[in-house]
Protein backbone atom coordinates (compact mmCIF):
# COMPACT_ATOMS: atom_id res chain seq x y z
CA UNK A 1 0.00 0.00 0.00
CA UNK A 2 1.63 3.21 -1.19
CA UNK A 3 1.41 6.06 1.63
CA UNK A 4 2.56 9.37 1.98
CA UNK A 5 3.73 10.87 5.43
CA UNK A 6 4.15 14.24 6.66
CA UNK A 7 6.12 15.74 9.56
CA UNK A 8 7.16 18.97 10.85
CA UNK A 9 4.37 20.96 10.82
CA UNK A 10 3.79 23.20 14.25
CA UNK A 11 3.38 26.52 15.52
CA UNK A 12 5.79 29.14 14.79
CA UNK A 13 6.42 32.91 15.09
CA UNK A 14 6.18 35.10 12.17
CA UNK A 15 9.29 36.05 10.27
CA UNK A 16 10.52 32.05 11.92
CA UNK A 17 11.26 28.31 9.87
CA UNK A 18 10.06 25.26 9.51
CA UNK A 19 11.16 22.42 7.34
CA UNK A 20 7.98 19.53 6.35
CA UNK A 21 9.01 16.48 5.21
CA UNK A 22 7.11 13.53 3.43
CA UNK A 23 8.55 10.32 3.28
CA UNK A 24 6.56 7.60 0.94
CA UNK A 25 6.42 3.60 1.42
CA UNK A 26 4.91 0.95 -0.94
CA UNK A 27 6.74 2.06 -3.47
CA UNK A 28 9.61 4.25 -4.71
CA UNK A 29 8.66 7.54 -5.84
CA UNK A 30 12.52 8.25 -7.70
CA UNK A 31 10.66 8.66 -11.07
CA UNK A 32 7.90 10.38 -9.56
CA UNK A 33 6.85 14.77 -9.35
CA UNK A 34 6.02 15.30 -6.16
CA UNK A 35 4.75 18.80 -4.74
CA UNK A 36 3.54 20.46 -1.87
CA UNK A 37 -0.10 21.84 -1.21
CA UNK A 38 -1.80 24.11 1.16
CA UNK A 39 -5.58 24.53 2.21
CA UNK A 40 -7.12 26.49 4.66
CA UNK A 41 -10.92 26.06 5.72
CA UNK A 42 -13.39 27.39 2.98
CA UNK A 43 -10.86 27.81 0.64
CA UNK A 44 -9.17 25.15 -2.33
CA UNK A 45 -6.30 23.43 -2.14
CA UNK A 46 -3.81 25.55 -3.92
CA UNK A 47 -0.37 24.82 -4.81
CA UNK A 48 3.04 25.65 -3.29
CA UNK A 49 5.53 24.00 -4.94
CA UNK A 50 6.85 21.29 -7.14
CA UNK A 51 9.81 19.23 -8.10
CA UNK A 52 10.67 17.06 -11.06
CA UNK A 53 11.72 13.72 -10.07
CA UNK A 54 15.67 14.44 -10.67
CA UNK A 55 14.88 17.43 -8.52
CA UNK A 56 16.54 19.42 -11.64
CA UNK A 57 12.95 21.31 -12.42
CA UNK A 58 11.02 22.98 -9.56
CA UNK A 59 8.21 25.42 -9.88
CA UNK A 60 6.77 27.63 -6.96
CA UNK A 61 3.65 29.61 -6.46
CA UNK A 62 4.35 33.24 -6.51
CA UNK A 63 3.30 33.79 -2.60
CA UNK A 64 6.07 31.53 -1.69
CA UNK A 65 8.84 32.41 -4.04
CA UNK A 66 12.12 33.35 -2.34
CA UNK A 67 11.39 31.90 0.84
CA UNK A 68 10.23 28.45 0.22
CA UNK A 69 12.80 25.60 -1.03
CA UNK A 70 11.88 22.32 -1.82
CA UNK A 71 14.19 19.78 -2.38
CA UNK A 72 13.95 15.58 -2.51
CA UNK A 73 16.38 12.51 -1.37
CA UNK A 74 15.23 10.17 -3.76
CA UNK A 75 17.35 7.73 -1.76
CA UNK A 76 15.38 8.08 1.29
CA UNK A 77 12.19 8.27 -0.67
CA UNK A 78 11.39 12.02 0.90
CA UNK A 79 10.66 15.41 -0.38
CA UNK A 80 10.65 18.38 1.72
CA UNK A 81 9.97 22.27 2.40
CA UNK A 82 12.15 24.81 3.46
CA UNK A 83 10.01 27.22 4.69
CA UNK A 84 11.77 30.65 6.16
CA UNK A 85 10.03 33.96 6.81
CA UNK A 86 6.71 32.51 7.70
CA UNK A 87 3.82 35.03 7.73
CA UNK A 88 0.36 34.17 9.23
CA UNK A 89 -0.95 33.96 5.66
CA UNK A 90 1.33 30.66 5.67
CA UNK A 91 -0.82 29.01 7.70
CA UNK A 92 -2.69 26.04 6.64
CA UNK A 93 -2.41 22.38 6.24
CA UNK A 94 0.16 21.34 4.03
CA UNK A 95 0.18 18.08 1.96
CA UNK A 96 2.50 15.84 0.14
CA UNK A 97 1.16 14.81 -3.33
CA UNK A 98 3.01 12.51 -5.98
CA UNK A 99 1.89 11.86 -9.36
CA UNK A 100 2.10 8.64 -11.46
CA UNK A 101 5.61 6.99 -12.65
CA UNK A 102 7.30 9.36 -15.58
CA UNK A 103 5.55 12.33 -14.90
CA UNK A 104 6.31 15.40 -14.06
CA UNK A 105 5.12 17.78 -11.60
CA UNK A 106 1.89 19.88 -12.50
CA UNK A 107 0.43 22.62 -10.64
CA UNK A 108 -3.25 21.38 -10.69
CA UNK A 109 -3.94 18.93 -7.35
CA UNK A 110 -6.23 16.58 -9.74
CA UNK A 111 -3.02 15.52 -11.86
CA UNK A 112 -2.21 13.62 -8.73
CA UNK A 113 -2.99 9.93 -7.72
CA UNK A 114 -1.22 9.88 -4.10
CA UNK A 115 -2.06 12.17 -1.32
CA UNK A 116 -0.42 12.51 2.29
CA UNK A 117 -2.98 13.26 5.50
CA UNK A 118 -1.16 16.38 5.82
CA UNK A 119 0.19 18.36 8.51
CA UNK A 120 -0.77 21.65 10.22
CA UNK A 121 1.01 25.03 10.17
CA UNK A 122 0.51 27.70 12.37
CA UNK A 123 2.40 31.20 11.92
CA UNK A 124 1.27 33.39 14.44
CA UNK A 125 1.56 37.34 14.22
Known amino acids: QVQLVESGGGLVQAGGSLRLSCAAS????????MAWFRQTPGKEREFVAGISWSGESTGYADSVKGRFTISRDNAKNTVFLQMNNLTPADTAVYYC??????????????????WGQGTQVTVSS
Open 26 to 33: GRTFSRNG
Open 97 to 114: AGRRVDANYAYTGVYYAY
